[in-house]
């Protein structure tokens, strides 16, 4: 490849993207809106500290976020969580994540009989299927058909529902029940528990520092239209400065969430009202530090219930006690999104404090507000997804990834950045990353 590709965004999928095509010796420029790379995977910096703010764990057997991480020396793994506590009518319940008879009669005991038999049924369903479910075809195409016309508050036992499955949502979306389908469910539990989760010992900044170095990275420096002329790309316009020109551009790859790609580009109507059923939750991630330790060994990390405005809180890592992240995820939580940060940590606080004290003095916060959710997705996600690459590939020089298209996390994001470099003609992927 000798053209100089633009790679829009540097989130974990723009710079992936960037360093693929760097392996195979392709030249490109990468634009940023924002001051710093990360994205949604992004980080505040703090006395020394990486407050990761987004995406922070990875999975030891994710293929090419590991490739990256060992090319990048980063090799050493802080360990997440072995259990984690719920809120369920009002109260804290210690699980293990791994399920044992113990754990089994614990739910049960919590949930009832028929919620609990529903969720061993489903466990076993994605289980069983693991190797056949994707995110792109065959067997997820057929859940799609037989059970997205509604959601998973419709299919299962209330208690079920709003128990374990909205805590799934929660992780996976920022979603409630009500608004998750059982294709994302499968497709999570199909991964659930697999590998072991890790994160990278002083932060992310060490992956996107990795990342950036030896890039083109122009930050601050907005794309606000995708120009497409008889069906080839033909420039980007790109805001920097308070001033927007025209760059002529004849590859790139936008790794935009998919509720910002479609307000830059021309799309026809009915691929773009699919493509808004893809929906994005928004939700705040605030990092709190106090001068005392809030989380024990065996109580590191929680899960509120319906009607509470914080979804997740854990400690950063096992050995951070006095560090929480407080998630503000969920309905209720969209509801306060919009106040101070002062009043979102207070509130944060106090709801947490209902159920576990927090002793020590607040020494520094950070709230960073996700207007575009964790993840994009929506009911028969594959299809609307197949339709929107399939009218991608009529406009050449133009491939898109990112975290709609083949998983929500980084590995995901990595996945779909390696497929849209392999579409643009580098040939194929290293072998160290094929799939
Ligand atoms: C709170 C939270 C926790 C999460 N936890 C995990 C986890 O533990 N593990 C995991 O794997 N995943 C996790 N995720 C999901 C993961 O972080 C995301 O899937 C991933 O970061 C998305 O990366 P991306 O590059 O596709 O998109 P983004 O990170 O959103 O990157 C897009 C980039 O484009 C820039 N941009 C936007 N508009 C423009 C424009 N017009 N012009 C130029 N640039 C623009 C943005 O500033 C951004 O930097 C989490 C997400 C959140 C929010």
Request: one cysteine or more.
């Amino acid at each position: 490849m000798t053209d100089r590709v633009h790679v829009i965004g540097a989130g974990i999928s723009g710079l992936g993207a960037a360093h693929l095509l760097a392996r195979e010796g392709a030249d490109s420029v990468i634009w940023e809106a924002a001051e710093k790379p990360g994205g949604r995977a992004g980080y505040h910096l703090w006395e020394g500290q990486c407050l990761e703010y987004g995406g922070k764990n990875f999975a030891s057997d994710w293929t090419i976020f590991n490739s990256f991480a060992t090319e990048f020396g980063l090799i050493e793994r802080d360990i997440q969580h072995p259990n984690f506590h719920i809120v369920l009518n009002d109260r804290l319940i210690g699980l293990a994540k791994k399920t044992t008879p113990g754990s089994a009669v614990k739910m049960l005991w919590n949930i009832g009989p028929t919620a609990s038999l529903e969720f061993q049924r489903l466990l076993a369903q994605a289980k069983r299927n693991a190797g056949r479910l994707n995110h792109t075809e065959g067997l997820i195409q057929e859940v799609e058909d037989k059970h997205d016309h509604l959601p998973i508050s419709h299919l299962f036992h209330r208690n079920l529902a709003q128990g374990p499955l909205r805590m799934f949502s929660i992780i996976m979306g920022a979603a409630e029940p009500e608004e998750t389908y059982l294709s994302q469910i499968l497709l999570f539990l199909s991964s659930f528990g697999k590998g072991t989760h890790h994160s990278v010992p002083g932060g992310l900044v060490r992956l996107f520092d990795a990342l950036s170095k030896g890039k083109d990275l122009r930050l601050n420096a907005r794309l606000t239209r995708i120009e497409v002329e008889n069906g080839r790309l033909k420039a980007l316009h790109i805001e920097e400065g308070g001033k927007t020109r025209v760059e002529p551009a004849e590859r790139a790859i936008v790794t935009l969430p998919l509720n910002r790609l479609v307000e830059l580009v021309d799309l026809p109507g009915d691929i773009r009202a699919e493509a808004g059923l893809i929906r994005y939750f928004p939700l705040a991630l605030i990092n709190a530090i106090y001068d005392a330790d809030v989380f024990t060994p065996q109580m590191n990390s929680i899960m509120f219930q319906p009607g509470s405005i914080l979804g997740h809180c854990s400690a950063n890592r096992l050995y951070t006690k006095n560090h929480v992240r407080f998630t503000l995820s969920g309905r209720a939580a969209r509801q306060v999104l919009h106040l101070p940060d002062e009043v979102l940590i207070e509130r944060a606080e106090a709801e947490f404090g209902r159920f576990h004290p927090i002793a020590g003095n607040r020494v520094h916060y950070h709230v960073q507000r996700h207007w575009d959710g964790i993840c994009g997705y929506a009911p028969r996600f594959t299809r609307i997804k197949r339709r929107l690459l399939d009218h991608i590939a009529t406009i050449g020089g133009l491939e898109i990834a990112g975290d709609y298209l083949d998983g929500h996390n980084m590995e995901g994001c990595l996945t779909s950045a390696r497929k849209a470099v392999g579409r643009m003609g580098s040939g194929a992927a290293p072998a160290s990353v094929a799939a």
